[in-house]
Each structure stands twice: as C-alpha cells, then as structure tokens.
C-alpha cells in the first residue's frame, strides 16, 4: 500500500510569483484535504476537495486554490507570493474524511 | 469556533521517566479526537483515533484516553526515539471537513 506523496519537497519562489504544489493520495481513498503549517504552529486548514469537489474552505485568501482528478491526486496553487506563505504545506488523505493519513510536506520559502 | 489547547509546550523527561501530555478542547459535537507525531521538517504520523469519552487506545508506550474536555496521552518508560512533538486535532460533527489542531508538545527524552 502507497502512502501519501508530495512534490517537490523543497521549494523557493519569489515574492509576487506562482507555485503549484501535488499531492497523490493513498491508495484507497477519496478525499485530500491541505493544511499550512508556520514554524512552531499546528496545521491550518486551507480547503478539502471531496470526489473532485471543494467540500469546505479555512479562512485563506482566493488567491489559494486547488484540483482534484479523477484517480484523488490533488493540486495546490498559490498565486502572488508573499512572505508570510513561507511554510510546510501539508496534504492528508483519507475515506470519506474518516482518519487523515498526511504526506511529508512541501518547505516553501518565499524571499 | 472549535479550539484545541495543549500542554505542556515542551516537556523534558529522562529516559523511562513516565508522564502525560494534556489536549484540551471545545467543540460543536466531537466527531473525532487524532494523535499525531511529528518529527522536525517531517508531515504528522497518525497514532490514535478517539470517538467518545471514557475510550481508550494503547500502541507501544503510549497510550491515550479521552473525556468530555481532555484527552491525554500517557507515555510509559519513554525511549530517546520517542522525542517528537506530539499534536492533537479535533474533528466536530458540524463542518467535519477539517481537523482543528492545537500547538503541540515537543517531548525531549534524555538518554
């Protein structure tokens, strides 16, 4: 069984630019949802998509955006960089929303 | 709004010193209590789903437990591969898409 996956592990934008971050799911489920975690914080919810629908959002700007496609991977798309999105970025999978099985993150630093 | 407080931020035992990290938490009708590890740079490692008070749930040395306002989770005999922070999320049964998480306890155990 192939647990969750991002990609890239690191990366370094400029302010102002555009990243886009995957995820690929575990195998099995249906649902992935993204966090943001600053140094020293827990995880922060940015928006679940369900069956390739977003089913639910955290108080994040609509400058942050994602897919998802037929077989649960998932993107994240940030637009206009800006400093204070330096951070991991986290995608979790899970069945129906049941247990949420996390990936190892994405570091982003934006300078 | 659902909240989640943990204590304490950090905690530094010797090795096979036991002791309890604390979870505190206010939420619209508890759908779900998480444990997860994280070690640094690393996504969380799911340990411990709870669903309703008086549960409890034991893998290796660590063991948690749930009631109506906290849940702890017991760490017995700790070894120095136990260090991590250690964080838990709440999931309420209203708006159930996301897990709300607290700030974590980074465990040090000291050979």
């Known amino acids: 069984e192939t647990g969750v996956t991002q990609s890239p592990t690191h990366l370094i934008k400029t302010r102002g630019q555009q990243v886009t971050l995957r995820c690929s799911s575990q195998?099995?489920?249906?649902?992935v949802s993204w966090y943001q975690q600053a140094l020293g914080q827990g995880p922060q919810f940015i928006f679940q998509y369900y069956r390739e629908e977003e089913n639910g959002r955290g108080n994040f700007p609509p400058r942050f955006s994602g897919l998802q496609f037929p077989n649960y991977s998932s993107e994240l798309n940030v637009n206009a960089l800006e400093l204070d999105d330096s951070a991991l970025y986290l995608c979790?999978?899970?069945?129906?929303?049941?247990?949420?099985?996390f990936g190892p993150g994405t570091r982003l630093t934006v300078t | 709004e659902d909240q989640v407080t943990q204590s304490p931020e950090a905690l530094r035992l010797q090795e096979g010193e036991s002791s309890s990290l604390n979870c505190s938490y206010t939420?619209?009708?508890?759908?779900?209590l998480f444990w997860y590890r994280q070690d640094p740079g690393k996504g969380p490692e799911f340990l411990f789903t709870l669903y309703s008070a008086g549960e409890e749930k034991e893998k290796e040395r660590l063991k948690a437990t749930l009631t109506k306002k906290e849940s702890f989770l017991h760490i017995t005999a700790p070894k120095p591969e136990d260090s991590a922070t250690y964080l838990c999320?709440?999931?309420?049964?209203?708006?159930?898409?996301?897990?709300?998480f607290g700030t974590g306890t980074r465990l040090t155990i000291i050979p």
């Open positions: 999320a709440v999931q309420a049964n209203f708006g159930n898409e996301k897990l709300t």
């Open positions: 939420v619209s009708g508890l759908r779900g």
């Open positions: 979790a999978s899970s069945f129906d929303n049941y247990e949420q099985y």
């Open positions: 195998s099995g489920h249906n649902t």
